[in-house]
């Protein structure tokens, strides 16, 4: 015996790696069937980021946001804070 399980025991074991994904009202069952432990958890995690992805593009917000600040502020005066960020006071002792 080296070991190592043969391919007629990784098979009837099933897949080693499995997840439940939940997203809101949705849920997604995420399975890998072959390869060794970290290949499956390899396999498994590309297709719980394109899950992931796909999620966030369909329920992100609408791009039909106005390019106007909302705070009323006008273009100067906000470039004008981010190049002039507010000084530190100096501590006394």
């Given at each position: 015996?080296?070991?190592?399980?043969?391919?007629?025991t990784e098979k009837s074991l099933g897949p080693r790696v499995?997840?439940?994904?939940?997203?809101?009202?949705?849920?997604?069952?995420?399975?890998?069937?072959?390869?060794?432990?970290?290949?499956?958890?390899?396999?498994?995690?590309?297709?719980?980021?394109?899950?992931?992805?796909?999620?966030?593009?369909?329920?992100?917000?609408?791009n039909d946001v106005p390019d106007e600040p909302v705070d009323?502020?006008?273009?100067?005066?906000?470039?004008?804070?981010?190049?002039?960020?507010?000084?530190?006071?100096?501590?006394?002792?």
């Amino acid at each position: 015996m080296d070991g190592q399980p043969d391919a007629e025991t990784e098979k009837s074991l099933g897949p080693r790696v499995q997840a439940n994904l939940v997203l809101g009202t949705e849920s997604f069952d995420i399975s890998s069937e072959s390869g060794t432990l970290s290949e499956q958890l390899a396999a498994m995690k590309e297709k719980s980021m394109a899950i992931l992805k796909e999620h966030i593009t369909k329920h992100n917000a609408p791009n039909d946001v106005p390019d106007e600040p909302v705070d009323g502020e006008s273009d100067d005066e906000g470039e004008a804070l981010v190049n002039n960020p507010p000084k530190k006071s100096k501590k006394q002792k």
